[in-house]
């Protein structure tokens, strides 16, 4: 059977993103058995041929309407799906889906029928927002950042942006490349329209959001660089953690500090 990544450089570069990405997750341990999720844009790369392709699936809902997601297109990890098969196998491990012109649901176009991510509402709700807003932003990606999570346990650090300040002040980097910080989404189902919205309104803010007791949720302008403010949260987190293990709680950058890198690089806050 033919790719539909075939002659199709531009998709086929999106794609090999993504399970590059998957690949870094599974690697880091922070993608056990089918967890997390990644969903990316790829309209831009869509040309006629494509949109004339018949379904391969029924139609399936979305669960809500999305206004801005018209006509437009999708690869997504499949559900159940591993992040270290979709490193090696992206088509057989995920699909690209086509949503259909009432914006409430969607079919599955190539290259198998494999059922999009358990996190599909949160996914295409945050890629309709970014629509909406014009922002440029293609990727969403979930995944189960083992430090990070650990760190969601303790009530003492999801107040707003006291996890935020935290991580920044453990090493320059991750205030100039993650400058908006860590929203946090207080518990919520899996996979839930609830956990969706929630997600929704806490993105206004910030480009990487805690999921509590979960996991995180990044949008991007592409993988990569959802993939990268996820990573160098999940340093700081590290740096943190080998500091207690150490036995000391570490000092922390000062806010003179960290408000010269945010003079340097020109950063929001
Ligand atoms: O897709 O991580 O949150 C598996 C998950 C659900
Ligand atoms: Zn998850």
């Known amino acids: ?43 831009d790369c869509i040309d006629d041929e494509v ?56 079919e599955i176009i190539a290259d198998n029928p ?38 969601s346990h303790n009530r003492d650090f999801l107040g707003k942006d006291v996890l935020t300040r935290l991580l920044w002040s453990m090493i320059p980097e991750t205030k100039a490349f993650c400058p908006l910080g860590l929203g946090i989404v207080p518990y919520e189902l899996p996979g839930s329209n609830k956990l969706a919205q929630a997600t929704l309104h806490e993105l206004e803010d ?4 805690m999921w509590e007791k979960h996991g995180v949720f990044a949008k991007g302008q592409d993988v990569m660089d959802a993939f990268d403010q996820i990573d160098v949260l999940s340093k700081s987190a590290k740096i943190y953690l080998d500091a207690r293990c150490m036995g000391f709680v570490p000092e922390g950058m000062t806010q003179a500090q960290m408000q010269e890198i945010s003079d340097v690089f020109h950063l929001p806050k």
């Open 51 to 106: 949109r004339a392709l018949p379904a391969i699936s029924p139609v399936y809902p979305i669960g809500e309407a999305l206004p801005h997601l018209k006509g437009q297109y999708f690869f997504c990890k499949g559900t159940g799906k591993r992040m270290r098969d979709l490193a090696r196998w992206p088509m057989e491990n995920g699909s690209v889906i086509r949503i259909l012109d009432d914006c409430a649901s969607y």
């Open 114 to 151: 494999v059922a999009p991510t358990s996190e599909l509402p949160s996914h295409l709700a945050v890629h309709d927002r970014q629509l909406e807003l014009g922002s440029g932003y293609k990727a969403t990606v979930h995944t189960h950042p083992i430090e990070l999570v650990a760190m």
């Open 1 to 43: 059977m033919k790719s539909i990544l075939e002659g199709r450089p531009a998709l086929k570069r999106e794609v090999d993103k993504v399970a590059e990405v998957a690949g870094y997750l599974w690697q880091n341990g922070w993608a056990e058995r089918n967890g997390g999720n990644i969903t990316i844009n790829v309209t």
């Open 206 to 209: 910030y480009d990487v959001v």
